[in-house]
């Protein structure tokens, strides 16, 4: 079945450092979402891409959903410690409605 | 976007024991997704429950182990039934946030299960 691949699975910074997470996938993508969840929390959704090579900006934030659209990023500029949380990658399972998420990067920062 | 109220948010139970977890949602909507996640660990799709007919369940995941009801467009319950301690999870349910995938998917605050 369809699966996501992320990296790392950990990652701890110097607050003002940058984070960068990754998701690949085997298989072409229809779309791909990121979720941000606190360490308590639920997920919260972020952002979803679907066009090819499309990057989108939410602050601090750049998401990209790369050419071939079977890998994804999402970037934070000079991290915070409320950047702090675990970070997933989720992707449609088939043509349905069903999500399959990536094992998460879990986001440490140092103050 | 859809806000979901689900409860208890955690409880602590004794083997052998069912517990009941409760979603209702502020809006109607077609599909509510039941996952666990265990600790540390990502979301695992438990069931896909549908208004009006029998809850889909994926691989590794049955109905004697996890019925769900879905009585209407606004509520669901899944129930944890004959509790061991590998059942010790968080359970979340979600739906779409919005009309279409743009607005992904909102989920409920969580049910951080243990089992003793």
């Known amino acids: 079945g369809q699966q996501v691949m992320q990296i790392p699975q950990y990652q701890h910074v110097q607050e003002g450092e940058d984070f960068t997470t990754y998701c690949n996938s085997s298989?072409?993508?229809?779309?791909i979402q990121w979720y941000k969840q606190r360490p308590g929390g639920h997920p919260v959704f972020l952002i979803q891409?679907?066009?090819?090579?499309e990057v989108k900006k939410q602050k601090r934030l750049t998401f990209q959903f790369g050419e071939a659209k079977k890998n994804s990023s999402l970037h934070i500029t000079a991290t915070q410690t409320t950047d702090v949380g675990t970070y997933f990658c989720?992707?449609?399972?088939?043509?349905?409605?069903?999500?399959?998420f990536g094992k998460g990067t879990k986001l440490t920062v140092n103050p | 976007s859809a806000v979901i109220s689900q409860k208890p948010s955690r409880d602590i139970c004794q083997r052998g024991t069912s517990l009941t977890i409760q979603c209702q949602v502020d809006?109607?909507?077609?599909?509510m997704f039941w996952y666990r996640q265990q600790p540390g660990q990502s979301l695992t799709l438990i069931a896909t429950?549908?208004?009006?007919?029998?809850?889909?369940?994926e691989s590794g995941f049955v109905i004697d182990k996890f019925p769900i009801s879905r009585p209407n467009l606004t509520f669901s319950t899944l129930t944890v039934s004959n509790m061991s301690p590998e059942d010790s999870s968080i359970y979340l349910c979600?739906?779409?946030?919005?009309?279409?995938?743009?607005?992904?998917?909102?989920f409920g605050s969580g049910t951080r299960l243990t089992v003793v």
């Open positions: 979600s739906v779409e946030a919005g009309i279409g995938r743009a607005y992904g998917y909102t």
């Open positions: 298989t072409t993508l229809s779309n």
């Open positions: 891409l679907v066009k090819s090579g």
């Open positions: 989720a992707v449609p399972r088939g043509g349905s409605e069903k999500l399959v």
């Open positions: 809006s109607q909507v077609t599909m």
């Open positions: 429950a549908n208004q009006g007919s029998e809850a889909t369940y």
